[in-house]
């Protein structure tokens, strides 16, 4: 589990479920690396500012993130961590390594309208 | 709408945050903002086991720790926020923030500290996370039996070498002089790795390759050769510059746009502080970094205490 103020998803019941209740989904798989934590704190940042996205993390080398891993998105990513963007439970965007506030507020906005 | 403080600090590394505990704890009223994420450098370090009175911890770890105690002491935090404008030609310094609207405090401690050097070429971004990448701890296994370059020249650059060639097949190192700044026990750590290989006096002119990185083109800097090294990784060290950029033409820096402070911390500006890399000093270190931070909050207290009783500061005219 990753030591962040996100709710984290643990299991693929819990990835189904996140994707099945919610319209939009941002999901980042890491690790807690210089990488991956300014992609958390952007989204613990934001969690406030767009409440109709569902903010969550996955922990990499955990089995669940078979999930993101296995994504044909994913397939050419070398870096983490792996953010993945779902609207209506399909795959919308998915980046590569560290982004900032500006790059994924463009994203929410473009994808979700956020 | 501007919110008043006692204390602006721009900069949560390890400076920034101490500084806030310090004064926090005096009871003033403190805001930390940073441009990028709370921690600074001290979040690239995977161990850390100098920092006294921690045996071992990670650098990211030692940074949540660091945040929490600030805020403990009623320091607001502010991260991922880009800083607009900074005023600090008035006893009420001014500092606009993008999304958090406007600062002002009679105290600005600057512990901005270093932005890592990027190469700077077109394709660079291209290949983020692609190929590119600069963090080996993070992103090393991607590339296990692949060939790789490291760019750099310094202790992280031949570290990171040697890290990386436990997953890589082939790592070459490629460097701008034709010496290596890093320290001899870590140059004869790499020299003496048989999967390390260096290319050194070279200037990285692009990246090759067309959805992923599949070489990197440097010209040698005296013969003007030109080079294609076959990678599918490019791992980029080579270094910091002090986030100054600023404050240029408003507080005193040297040669190396480094803020020059007495030895209180005090800079060119009455009020306003440095602490941390983006002052002029030797030596930069998580410990130096909390000893900045301490000497300009207390300096700082005093300041504030004081007000214009604090005897104007003087500066030798020739730091350098």
């Known amino acids: 589990m990753l030591d962040t ?13 996140v994707l099945s209740e919610n319209e939009n989904v941002m999901i980042c798989c890491g690790r807690m690396g210089p990488m991956c934590l300014p992609v958390y704190d952007v989204m613990e ?28 998105e994913t397939q050419s990513f070398m870096g983490l961590p792996f953010t993945v963007y779902f609207k209506n439970g399909k795959v919308v965007k998915a980046t590569s390594s560290i982004q900032n506030k500006a790059q994924v507020a463009e994203i929410l906005s473009d994808k979700f309208g956020a | 709408m501007t919110n008043a403080y006692d204390a602006i600090i721009l900069g949560a590394g390890p400076a920034g945050l101490t500084a806030g505990i310090y004064l926090a704890r005096a009871k003033k009223k403190v805001v930390i903002i940073d441009e990028g994420i709370a921690g600074g450098q001290m979040i690239l370090s995977h161990t850390v086991a100098n920092y006294p009175g921690v045996l071992e911890a990670t650098g990211a770890g030692i940074a949540r720790t660091m ?52 190469l ?21 296994e991607f590339f296990t039996g692949r060939e790789i370059v490291a760019v750099g020249g310094g202790n992280s650059a031949l570290e990171e070498a040697v890290s990386l060639s436990r997953y890589a097949s082939k790592v070459t190192v490629i460097h701008e002089f034709d010496h290596f700044q890093a320290q001899p026990w870590i140059v004869a750590d790499a020299e003496a790795n048989p999967k390390i290989e260096f290319l050194m006096n070279q200037k990285i002119e692009a990246f090759a390759g067309d959805e992923k990185l599949e070489g990197v083109v440097s010209v040698d800097k005296d013969s003007g050769q030109r080079v294609t090294t076959k990678a599918e990784g490019c791992f980029v060290f080579i270094g910091y510059t002090p986030a100054t950029q600023a404050f240029e033409g408003i507080l005193k820096l040297n ?24 002052r002029a000093k030797k030596y930069r270190q998580i410990t130096t970094a909390v000893a900045d931070g301490t000497v300009a909050a207390l300096s700082a207290i005093e300041y504030l205490d004081k007000g214009s009783r604090i005897p104007q500061i003087k500066l030798a005219a020739s730091a350098g």
Do not use: W
């Not at chain 2, 700077?120 to 090393?140: M, R």
């Not at chain 2, 007495?262 to 983006?278: C, R």
């Open chain 1, 5 to 17: 103020n996100l709710k984290h998803i643990e299991t693929d019941t819990e990835f189904n479920r």
């Open chain 1, 45 to 72: 940042n934001f969690e406030s500012k767009y409440p109709n996205v569902a903010f969550r993390d996955m922990a990499f080398d955990e089995p669940v993130s078979h999930v993101i891993r296995e994504l044909p």
């Open chain 2, 67 to 118: 945040v929490k105690q600030a805020k403990s002491f009623g320091c607001e935090v502010v991260t991922q926020s880009r800083l607009l404008k900074i005023d600090l030609g008035s006893l009420q310094k001014t500092v606009d923030v993008e999304f958090e609207g406007t600062y002002s405090a009679p105290v600005v401690i600057i512990a901005t500290g270093g932005i890592p050097r990027s």
């Open chain 2, 120 to 140: 700077g070429l077109e394709t660079e971004a291209k290949f983020k996370g692609h190929g590119i990448s600069y963090c080996a701890t993070c992103d090393g």
């Open chain 2, 255 to 278: 040669g190396r746009k480094e803020i020059v402070t007495d030895e209180n911390l005090a800079t060119s500006i009455p009020g306003v502080f440095a602490a941390g890399d983006s």
